[in-house]
């Protein structure tokens, strides 16, 4: 499975937004990019996903690098509940879900 | 969103007994689950794959005589750890596959062996 790689942590303003990045320059063409995040003790939860074209939804927006050799989830106004562990995750179709170390988000008040 | 159901969230066994996880999806039909493992303070390890109908995929180093795995319908996996001993002790996660490319995650079972 190709790997991403991402910072281990990173910090942020409440109300600010957020730009988490994610290398993951052996993705090959039919990985889907995914984001999921995880609050402690609990399961984590799907964010967004995408193959090649950005991708918005309520929670977040996807940038996808031309190249699909890197790509940023972008939370547009962080806030106190958006603090947890993001995962970048490239995913072949209906396959295995391969989890790395995760960013962790701080977000201070 | 759709909803999968993990139970129970927590469970307290004795060393040499078995402990049955129950994983369901809700509000949708998945033909796929797969099974994770989470140590404190590190990242998801994938288990295994577990298809409905048909015998489930184990990962490289994970013993499918002791954590069996059975997918008899579309909204029910279980993974029972089999003979539970103090190194078993951790946080079991489930997720199924819904017909687009999301996972949905149960909310996990930490399993304490005394």
């Known amino acids: 499975d190709a790997k991403t790689t991402q910072p281990n942590s990173m910090e942020s303003n409440e109300e600010e937004p957020v730009h988490l990045p994610c290398n993951h320059s052996?993705?090959?063409?039919?990985?889907?990019i995914h984001w999921y995040r995880q609050l402690p003790s609990q399961g984590p939860e799907y964010v967004i996903h995408g193959l090649t074209s950005n991708v918005n939804n309520r929670m977040a927006s996807l940038a996808i690098a031309e190249d699909r050799k890197s790509s940023t989830l972008i939370l547009h106004r962080a806030t106190l509940r958006d603090a947890a562990v993001y995962y970048c995750?490239?995913?072949?179709?209906?396959?295995?879900?391969?989890f790395g170390k995760g960013t962790k988000l701080s977000v201070k008040p | 969103g759709a909803v999968v159901s993990q139970h129970p969230s927590r469970v307290i066994c004795k060393s040499g007994t078995s402990v049955k996880i129950e994983c369901r999806s809700l509000d949708f039909q998945a033909t796929t689950m797969f099974w994770y493992r989470q140590f404190p303070k590190q990242s998801l390890m994938l288990m295994a794959t577990s298809n409905e109908g048909s015998k489930a995929t184990y990962e490289q180093g994970v013993e499918k005589d002791k954590f069996l795995i059975n997918h008899a319908s579309l909204t029910l996996s279980t993974l029972t750890v089999t003979s539970a001993h103090p190194e078993d002790s951790s946080f079991y996660i489930c997720s199924a596959q819904r017909g687009d490319e999301k996972l949905f995650f149960g909310s996990g079972t930490q399993l304490s062996v005394l």
């Open positions: 052996t993705i090959s063409g039919t990985d889907y």
């Open positions: 995750i490239l995913r072949r179709s209906q396959g295995n879900l391969i």
